[in-house]
Each structure stands twice: as C-alpha cells, then as structure tokens.
C-alpha cells in the first residue's frame, strides 16, 4: 500500500504561482511513477502531468505545458506540480496518484494510488 498526501494547494490571483507537493508513506515507493490531475467541478477528471520514477520522462497536457513542471525527488519521496501564470480555467481540485511500474501513463485508470486531492482556486 502507498498513502499519498498532496498540499500547496490554495487562492492565488491569474498570472500568480503555486507549487503542489505529494508525499508518499507506506510499504514502497521504489519503481512508482507518478502523476498529476485534477478535476473541476461538473467536469470529469483529466490528466495534467506524469513523471517516471527515475524523472527521465515526463507528459504534460497541452493545457499546461510550458506552464506547469512536475519533478520529483525519491529520497524525500515526494513529487512536486510547480504551477506558474495560472489562469482561472485551473481553478480546480488537484490529485496525485501512484503507478506501480516506472514508466508514466496519462490515463488514470492505469494509477494504483491516489491522494485526497487538494484545492486550486484561481481568480480573475
């Protein structure tokens, strides 16, 4: 079993920045790539970013990319969203979730573990 638990989360004006962090306890992290989503309301849950476990490969939406830098570092066992100009349309809950297998995957059924989600809010 892999708990995670996500912070960072919280208000910031359009154009500002926030970094999410999502630490992991439990029996194992070693060979867990991770990943990012969040989930708006009414809207279906999406995918933002995903990262190997060795941070060699990483997938980002292309409504974040070149905005939002998911990274990791193992020996803390946490892996970091630094989100900057965020816009309203991010305004949402953000999980982190853990896939037992190295490499990422932009799907979340394919992730074994998630977080309870922490809150994005983005005003105008």
């Known amino acids: 079993q892999v708990q995670l638990v996500e912070s960072g989360g919280g208000l910031v004006q359009a154009g500002g920045s926030l970094r999410l962090s999502c630490t992991a306890s439990?029996?194992?992290?070693?060979?867990?790539?991770m990943g990012w989503f969040r989930q708006a309301p009414g809207r279906e849950r999406e995918f933002i970013a995903a990262?190997?476990?060795?941070?060699?490969?990483?997938y980002y939406a292309d409504s974040v990319k070149g905005r939002f830098t998911i990274s990791r570092d193992n020996a803390k066992r946490t892996v970091y969203l630094q989100m900057n100009s965020l816009k309203p349309e991010d305004t949402a809950v953000y999980y982190c979730?853990?896939?037992?297998?190295?490499?990422?995957?932009?799907?979340?059924?394919?992730?074994?573990?998630w977080g309870q989600g922490t809150q994005v809010t983005v005003s105008s």
């Open positions: 979730a853990a896939r037992n297998g190295v490499l990422p995957k932009t799907n979340s059924p394919a992730y074994d573990y």
């Open positions: 439990g029996r194992t992290f070693s060979g867990y790539a």
């Open positions: 990262i190997s476990w060795t941070g060699g490969t990483t």
